[in-house]
């Protein structure tokens, strides 16, 4: 096996790419002696050989999974960095990390908190600082036509400061972010698959968001030793608009959240439905649950207009608390009883069951969607009816994923283990079948697995091939680093019986959730279109310096190996605005744009425009240079700020 022959369409010719790169508009005037100078990293020929016994300067042999120099991989990776605050893009089955997407973070790279245009999306106080500048993101999933990934966004979640963001997935960067009110440590998120109310939008129109975390409402200073009080709310945002739609009041707390295959239902798991506020107590009750929204019925009661506000907040929130929810077919909610302090809930990608992950019980909950829909109809006495299995896998299960055979795979973080078992067996067990095949197969991974995640695992288009475990612990699996270690990042290949570890990958911390996307999905922008920036110079005449009393600003391009202005001139006390367009046309022609001592660092991708605002109070000169290696004459591309006394 090696990979998708299928998907040949997006495999590049290295050799002919590069040389057409080259030899258009980079290199025009140039001498063979700065292409060297330049771009000799580049050069095919100069390939390393000496971990290359074979023929040619190749190697030998071939791991069938092995993506040779200059292939392709077959999937995306795409994972939320944890306390990182962005997003990174893997390929697999190589495990080569392609980039970073800053989001919540400050990230000098390409300028992210740095220009005026990112700053806008993170959110800036009046006198224009950064309202926040860290973040935590846990939980991330893209956007859904039919059922499967459309390509178009990717939504991550930020547990600090409680705010969901997009990425857009044609320019791999954060677009929209938005401020979830009246809840803290948001955790779970995840975009329905389908629109709930109209059955003909087969397209993702709401993220759905919990909050792990109870807090006083409206929190602003009362009731703060009133914890019987303390609540939490789940929250839908509006997946185009980014604007929050409404909430839902409930008992307990939210972990992880699912969403349906028809749009019907959103789950969350729990596990301090003791509504605790100390450690200790958030284990004292057997029982936690997984609680179920019926989206419609939400939507219909918010439209009825029964609702009440927290605080200034003008977010509709509806009562999904047990108590008003006690009858099933007026009901918002469904709180079904799963063992003590669950973790994960997926949902299987036939779109049947959902399995909690225990936890604190060395079991997994399979809770039947057909069920759950069938107490909100009362024809369920018990919501613990929907309950159709609960296998006994192994100590510590957090989150579980699926292949398209009907098994399901969950991660044992006590026992350091991935779990193979048998949904149909776990349910033939559970009705009394003693001979039912539940464990199929366990795989040590190195070590205690967080998350684990299949190749479209989480769609119908689930395709068995692959898992990647992310381990919280690599040890000594690599090369020591000093006190911090990298996590492991573990390729399974799962097309056959038994589980097959492929490779270990090192990633920097700190890592939780991923998903696996098959590359054919993605379609990347190369160049950006000019006339999306308003702000555009769009020809090197339109630069020079346009005072309007104490705020200049200063328009330039940037073209290889120059930008359009050698200088410019301001005056001490000016507030200062460069807008810097990147003329150049060609593929993967960014160039950077610093200044010395002034704090601006930032890139322009090809026909892209960013601009920054600073204040100059310092007369002198200040060279402003290319940040980000373009050309032979990377070096000369400079320009000097003239600040007058
Ligand atoms: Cu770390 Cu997804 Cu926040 Cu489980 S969560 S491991
Ligand atoms: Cu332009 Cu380096
Ligand atoms: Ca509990």
Same mark, same amino acid.
């Given at each position: 096996?090696?990979?998708?022959?299928?998907?040949?369409?997006?495999?590049?010719?290295?050799?002919?790419?590069?040389?057409?790169?080259?030899?258009?508009?980079?290199?025009?005037?140039?001498?063979?002696?700065?292409?060297?100078?330049?771009?000799?990293?580049?050069?095919?020929?100069?390939?390393?050989?000496?971990?290359?016994?074979?023929?040619?300067?190749?190697?030998?042999?071939?791991?069938?999974? %092995?993506?040779?120099?200059?292939?392709?991989?077959?999937?995306?990776?795409?994972?939320?960095?944890?306390?990182?605050?962005?997003?990174?893009?893997?390929?697999?089955?190589?495990?080569?990390?392609?980039?970073?997407?800053?989001?919540?973070?400050?990230?000098?790279?390409?300028?992210?908190?740095?220009?005026?245009?990112?700053?806008?999306?993170?959110?800036?106080?009046?006198?224009?600082?950064?309202?926040?500048?860290?973040?935590?993101?846990?939980?991330?999933?893209?956007?859904?036509?039919?059922?499967?990934?459309?390509?178009?966004?990717?939504?991550?979640?930020?547990?600090?400061?409680?705010?969901?963001?997009?990425?857009?997935?044609?320019?791999?960067?954060?677009?929209?972010?938005?401020?979830?009110?009246?809840?803290?440590?948001?955790?779970?998120?995840?975009?329905?698959?389908?629109?709930?109310?109209?059955?003909?939008?087969?397209?993702?129109?709401?993220?759905?968001?919990?909050?792990?975390?109870?807090?006083?409402?409206?929190?602003?200073?009362?009731?703060?030793?009133?914890?019987?009080?303390?609540?939490?709310?789940?929250?839908?945002?509006?997946?185009?608009?980014?604007?929050?739609?409404?909430?839902?009041?409930?008992?307990?707390?939210?972990?992880?959240?699912?969403?349906?295959?028809?749009?019907?239902?959103?789950?969350?798991?729990?596990?301090?439905?003791?509504?605790?506020?100390?450690?200790?107590?958030?284990?004292?009750?057997?029982?936690?649950?997984?609680?179920?929204?019926?989206?419609?019925?939400?939507?219909?009661?918010?439209?009825?207009?029964?609702?009440?506000?927290?605080?200034?907040?003008?977010?509709?929130?509806?009562?999904?608390?047990?108590?008003?929810?006690?009858?099933?077919?007026?009901?918002?909610?469904?709180?079904?009883?799963?063992?003590?302090?669950?973790?994960?809930?997926?949902?299987?990608?036939?779109?049947?069951?959902?399995?909690?992950?225990?936890?604190?019980?060395?079991?997994?909950?399979?809770?039947?969607?057909?069920?759950?829909?069938?107490?909100?109809?009362?024809?369920?006495?018990?919501?613990?009816?929907? #309950?159709?299995?609960?296998? %006994?896998?192994?100590?510590?299960?957090?989150?579980?994923?699926?292949?398209?055979?009907?098994?399901?795979?969950?991660?044992?973080?006590?026992?350091?283990?991935?779990?193979?078992?048998?949904?149909?067996?776990?349910?033939?067990?559970?009705?009394?079948?003693?001979?039912?095949?539940?464990?199929?197969?366990?795989?040590?991974?190195?070590?205690?697995?967080?998350?684990?995640?299949?190749?479209?695992?989480?769609?119908?288009?689930?395709?068995?091939?692959?898992? #990647?475990?992310?381990?919280?612990?690599?040890?000594?699996?690599?090369?020591?680093?000093?006190?911090?270690?990298?996590?492991?990042?573990?390729?399974?290949?799962?097309?056959?019986?038994?589980?097959?570890?492929?490779?270990?990958?090192?990633?920097?911390?700190?890592?939780?959730?991923?998903?696996?996307?098959?590359?054919?999905?993605?379609?990347?922008?190369?160049?950006?279109?000019?006339?999306?920036?308003?702000?555009?110079?769009?020809?090197?005449?339109?630069?020079?310096?346009?005072?309007?009393?104490?705020?200049?600003?200063?328009?330039?391009?940037?073209?290889?190996?120059?930008?359009?202005?050698?200088?410019?001139?301001?005056?001490?006390?000016?507030?200062?605005?460069?807008?810097?367009?990147?003329?150049?046309?060609?593929?993967?022609?960014?160039?950077?744009?610093?200044?010395?001592?002034?704090?601006?660092?930032?890139?322009?991708?090809?026909?892209?425009?960013?601009?920054?605002?600073?204040? #100059?109070?310092?007369?002198?000169?200040?060279?402003?240079?290319?940040?980000?290696?373009?050309?032979?004459?990377?070096?000369?591309?400079?320009?000097?700020?003239? #600040?007058?006394?």
């Amino acid at each position: 096996m090696t990979q998708d022959d299928d998907i040949k369409t997006l495999d590049t010719q290295p050799d002919l790419g590069r040389r057409k790169f080259l030899g258009t508009t980079a290199l025009v005037g140039l001498s063979g002696a700065g292409l060297s100078l330049g771009l000799s990293a580049c050069n095919k020929e100069s390939a390393p050989t000496e971990a290359a016994p074979g023929a040619k300067g190749e190697v030998a042999a071939h791991s069938p999974y %092995e993506v040779a120099p200059g292939k392709l991989d077959t999937y995306y990776m795409f994972s939320s960095a944890g306390h990182a605050g962005d997003v990174r893009v893997f390929g697999l089955p190589s495990g080569r990390e392609f980039k970073r997407i800053p989001v919540f973070n400050t990230d000098c790279m390409v300028g992210w908190g740095i220009t005026n245009e990112s700053k806008a999306i993170i959110g800036t106080n009046p006198d224009g600082s950064v309202k926040y500048d860290t973040g935590d993101t846990h939980h991330l999933h893209p956007s859904y036509t039919d059922g499967t990934y459309d390509g178009k966004y990717l939504f991550v979640n930020d547990k600090i400061n409680c705010r969901l963001a997009r990425v857009r997935l044609d320019t791999m960067e954060c677009d929209r972010i938005t401020q979830l009110p009246n809840i803290q440590g948001f955790h779970g998120t995840f975009p329905d698959k389908r629109d709930p109310v109209d059955s003909s939008i087969n397209h993702t129109t709401r993220v759905f968001c919990g909050s792990e975390f109870s807090i006083p409402l409206p929190n602003l200073g009362k009731g703060l030793d009133d914890e019987a009080a303390y609540r939490s709310l789940f929250t839908c945002v509006d997946a185009e608009s980014m604007e929050v739609r409404w909430q839902v009041l409930i008992d307990g707390n939210c972990e992880l959240v699912a969403t349906s295959y028809d749009g019907k239902l959103a789950a969350t798991t729990q596990y301090n439905t003791e509504m605790a506020t100390k450690y200790e107590e958030m284990m004292s009750l057997e029982w936690d649950t997984c609680l179920f929204f019926n989206v419609a019925r939400i939507e219909e009661a918010v439209k009825a207009g029964k609702v009440r506000y927290y605080g200034d907040s003008k977010v509709p929130v509806v009562d999904g608390t047990k108590a008003a929810n006690a009858e099933p077919k007026s009901a918002l909610t469904c709180y079904v009883p799963i063992p003590k302090n669950p973790h994960g809930v997926n949902i299987s990608p036939d779109g049947k069951y959902y399995a909690c992950a225990g936890k604190l019980s060395p079991s997994a909950s399979l809770i039947a969607h057909e069920l759950v829909l069938k107490w909100f109809d009362g024809e369920l006495k018990e919501p613990r009816e929907a #309950v159709v299995a609960e296998p %006994e896998i192994g100590l510590g299960p957090l989150h579980t994923a699926f292949d398209n055979r009907g098994n399901a795979y969950t991660t044992l973080f006590l026992d350091s283990q991935m779990v193979k078992w048998s949904i149909e067996g776990a349910i033939k067990a559970y009705q009394g079948d003693k001979n039912a095949p539940v464990v199929l197969d366990r795989l040590d991974v190195h070590y205690q697995p967080g998350h684990g995640f299949t190749s479209m695992g989480e769609t119908r288009e689930c395709d068995g091939r692959f898992l #990647v475990s992310d381990n919280k612990f690599s040890k000594d699996r690599f090369l020591p680093v000093g006190p911090l270690h990298p996590e492991t990042s573990q390729l399974i290949d799962i097309s056959g019986a038994k589980m097959t570890l492929v490779h270990d990958n090192p990633v920097a911390s700190e890592p939780h959730d991923s998903i696996i996307i098959r590359r054919d999905i993605i379609k990347p922008l190369q160049i950006y279109n000019l006339d999306d920036f308003p702000n555009a110079v769009r020809d090197a005449k339109e630069s020079g310096v346009f005072r309007d009393g104490r705020k200049v600003t200063v328009k330039l391009v940037s073209q290889a190996p120059a930008f359009s202005l050698r200088e410019f001139r301001v005056k001490k006390g000016d507030e200062v605005t460069i807008i810097l367009t990147n003329l150049d046309k060609v593929e993967d022609l960014t160039h950077g744009f610093a200044i010395q001592r002034h704090n601006i660092n930032f890139i322009v991708n090809p026909q892209e425009t960013k601009s920054v605002t600073f204040k #100059v109070d310092r007369p002198g000169i200040y060279w402003c240079y290319c940040t980000h290696f373009c050309h032979a004459l990377h070096m000369e591309m400079r320009s000097r700020m003239i #600040v007058e006394a």
